[in-house]
């Protein structure tokens, strides 16, 4: 045997755990999540698999409070280039 064959057989078991490990991953239930408030009163739902994932995105959403933001269009009925304003993120379980 090759090198080069080595690499592909070391290649393809490194396919087949990544494969097993995604689909373990999305098979895990959703347990949380991330609720913001607009200004406006809409909501968007977030939804996680575990509460470490929940503070995760709601850092990020977090630095977005009280911030005038250009929308870049979602199905909340902001349009592209609408101004939002992020007033509350909050975390809940499912």
Do not use: C, Y
């Not at 490194?14 to 097993?20: K, S």
């Not at 809409?42 to 959403?61: C, D, L, M, P, Y």
């Amino acid at each position: 045997m090759n090198a080069q064959t080595e690499q592909q057989i070391a290649n393809e078991a490194i396919a087949i755990d990544t494969e097993a490990f995604l689909q373990r991953m999305l098979a895990r239930p959703m347990t949380h999540e991330v609720v913001t408030t607009f200004a406006d009163g809409t909501e968007r739902r977030f939804k996680v698999q575990s509460i470490g994932a929940a503070n995760n995105h709601a850092v990020g959403e977090r630095r977005k409070i009280g911030r005038d933001l250009i929308s870049h269009g979602d199905d909340l009925g902001h349009k592209a280039g609408d101004i939002v304003r992020v007033v509350s993120v909050e975390i809940g379980p499912l």
